[in-house]
């Protein structure tokens, strides 16, 4: 039942050609330590699921990416991610743009083993085409036709909590959920990072059990990460790191630019990270995002 | 008092869009249509809903910019993992956006321009809820900058919402919660009240002319009579579009911030 695994343990679970759903909400709460870890290895072809933000443009830009599963690819305050445009302008990136909706509806269906669930949204629009969605036909007296949203089974699901347990218990402490509890659901193993890991969340934070966004029966892996949402947000803990998004994003519109920022700034290990990026006291201390 | 800026006769006419819309949400993204529903939230349509852009409803609207994390009050909760559920399939909504091109049906495109679907030459953020929004609730546009590069003469390039295209409907489907409103934008107020959801000319905003939108405008409009003068804002709505905005972030919305009345020096 010990749960725990090393950045290392994490990686050698995982294998070229997998499709990993990454959750998290554009640059809110991502698992930005597991996504450092597999930009680190040398895992291939992954096809990507998510609600993208600085995670999508890192794996597009260590040419991890065949195939982009995406409800948006965007980092809020800065609304064009600039390596998901480079890798979508570079043309070749096989792709599935959905609707936001149509995201979290497939991992629904995945989740509930279902083969689809309908829905109306796609009507009238190229998400029709482009992602060649069937229909269905109620057979209820009203006759409805509708889209027959595809469930997006995932190999593995990758999530950035505030704790989690030696057992795979977790809480997330923020104000929102996002879909976490269905990319969770929706994978065959789910890795759960965590800021703190404890041995049993009943002996050290019952009264935040109502922060439980599911069940330890889906969580496979857990892997402490101090820091590991980073420069992605962690509410109520810490902000974004707008100076670090900023920095990524500049890099983009250099030659060679992500070869540096890989080098430079995500380098070898985790705890070289945190160093660079000026200190978990810094990270700890960044402010709440307002909008 | 000085003469009002087109950037807050804007966001009066944004806020009119969402007069008498009832117990839904209320979400304007940008500056000018967040404003606008703050403003309708504040005057004449109390009963809005709206959230503080995070997770939490409010019913005294945000003010824009700068300002302390845990300065509303929340009244409820509406975060992200119920938005589907609660504001967007039920139809519990009015969306205001401001699309990067928009055709004759009413079709928005926010997701890629030019090239080819495998390689686009501008690639923006995807279709995000655009589909879905316009399947299930009501929507209205705010555009900045009229033209024809924004309202298209053909289809847009990438139709990222349904629109009154009949071409594009499927037998069968339903098409009942399509509800496009109005544009507002910085020569004039549009919706889609002519024959068919023919795009309407509702006002035009003082010191612009009819023939000035139409000429920034790649389809025909349909006119019906002497077009209106879109009205100037009260000085009790300055005062409040003041407070939501204490940081004056809508006089950097328009170029070189105009006042409300091209005829006249800001």
Known sequence: MDKRLSFDDFVAELSDGMTIGIAGWGPRRKPMALVRAILRSDLKDLTIVAYGGADVGMLLAAGKVKKLIFGFVSLDAIPLEPYFRKARQAGGLEVMELDEAHLQWGLKAAALRLPFLPTRVGFGTDLMTHNGFKTVTSPYDDGEVLVAMPALKLDAALIHVQRADHWGNVQALGPDTYYDEWFAKAATRTYVSAEEVVERMDFSHPDDARANIFERCFVHGVIEAKCGAHPSSLPPSYGWDMGALKAYTASAAEEGGWDKYMAEVIGADEAGYIDRVGGADKIAALPLPIF | M?????????????????????????????????????????????????????????????????????????????????????????????????????????????????????????????????????????????????????????????????????????????????????????????????????????????????????????????????????????????????????????????????????????
């Open chain 2, 2 to 266: 000085s003469n009002p800026t087109l950037a807050e006769l804007l966001i009066v006419a944004c806020s009119e869009a969402f007069r008498g819309n009832g117990e839904i949400v209320a979400t304007g993204i940008g500056p000018i249509p967040r404003l606008g529903a703050s403003l309708a939230k504040l005057t004449h349509t109390p009963e809005l809903l709206m959230t503080d852009g995070e997770a939490w409803l409010v019913e005294e609207p945000v003010p824009i910019g700068p300002r302390a994390y845990d300065d509303r009050k929340a009244s409820g909760y509406l975060p992200f993992s119920r938005y589907f559920d609660s504001a967007v399939w039920t139809g519990k909504r009015h969306a205001m956006v401001s699309p990067n091109q928009i055709d004759r049906f009413g079709q928005m495109n926010i997701s890629a321009l030019g090239g080819t679907y495998d390689k686009p030459k501008v690639m923006m953020l995807g279709a995000r809820g655009f589909p879905g929004n316009t399947i299930h609730h009501a929507n209205s546009m705010f555009v900045p900058g009229h033209s024809k590069r924004v309202f298209v003469e053909g289809e847009v390039d990438m139709v990222s919402s349904v629109g009154y295209n009949p071409a594009r409907r499927v037998p069968g489907a339903n098409y009942s919660g399509v509800d496009l409103r109005q544009m507002i934008t910085d020569l004039c107020v549009m919706d889609f009240g002519g024959p068919d959801n023919a795009v309407r000319l509702v006002s035009v905003h003082p010191g612009v002319t009819v023939d000035q939108v139409k000429a920034e405008t790649g389809f025909d409009l349909v006119l019906e009579g002497d077009v209106p003068t879109t009205r100037l804002p009260t000085a009790d709505e300055l005062a409040i579009i003041a407070k939501l905005d204490p940081h004056n972030v809508r006089a950097s919305v328009i170029k070189d911030n105009p006042s409300a009345d091209r005829k006249i020096a800001a």
